[in-house]
């Protein structure tokens, strides 16, 4: 029963993954991301695989608050605060290590860290969709559903950029028509 109910989840996981990265405002994102997370790590917990990869998610979801603290502020996570979160990703994957494919969450997470210490949107997405590759295999080896939210981020994540850099684009080049 806990397999179909992890499964289930998993979808969920893919539904929060295709919308999450369509959002233009990265505290949406930000939001979205600490709900999709904490199915993730009950989609990975749920199907057996209770090792780094639900670490991660949990860790991820810490990270997002202290990420949306320093937007509120109007301030940049200090050198520590980096270095802690490698720190407790590293060490979280590694102390709940079962097999070698739990190396692609720990690398995952890395990428995540990244993606939540940017400024800009654009960036964000970038990191994400090396981290949404990393997940993507760590899912086909665990056989969950979850692997729908890996492809239709990394999809959605496609799109997004570039929908988002010609959008820019357009705005740089009204602002030259306007100034000429």
Known sequence: MAY??????????????????QL???????????????LSALNIFLLGQAGSGVVICLVANVQILF??????????????????????YVAGGALSYKTPIDVLSIVAAVFYMF?????????IRLFLLANMSSWTIYYIVIK???????????ISSMIAICRYRKADKKDRDDFKEENV
């Not at 233009?24 to 904490?38: E, R």
């Not at 993606?115 to 960036?123: I, S, T």
């Not at 969950?144 to 990394?154: E, N």
Request: glycine letters at 6%.
């Open 4 to 21: 179909y109910i992890g499964q289930a989840i998993g979808i969920l996981v893919a539904i929060g993954a295709i919308v999450n990265l």
């Open 24 to 38: 233009k405002k990265k505290q949406h994102m930000y939001l979205l991301s600490i709900v999709v997370n904490f």
């Open 67 to 88: 990420a949306i603290y320093h937007d509120k502020k109007g301030t940049d996570a200090s050198l520590a605060e980096k270095i802690i979160f490698f720190v407790l």
């Open 115 to 123: 993606a939540m210490f940017q400024k800009k949107e654009q960036n």
């Open 144 to 154: 969950s559903t979850a692997i729908f939210a890996q492809i239709a981020g990394i």
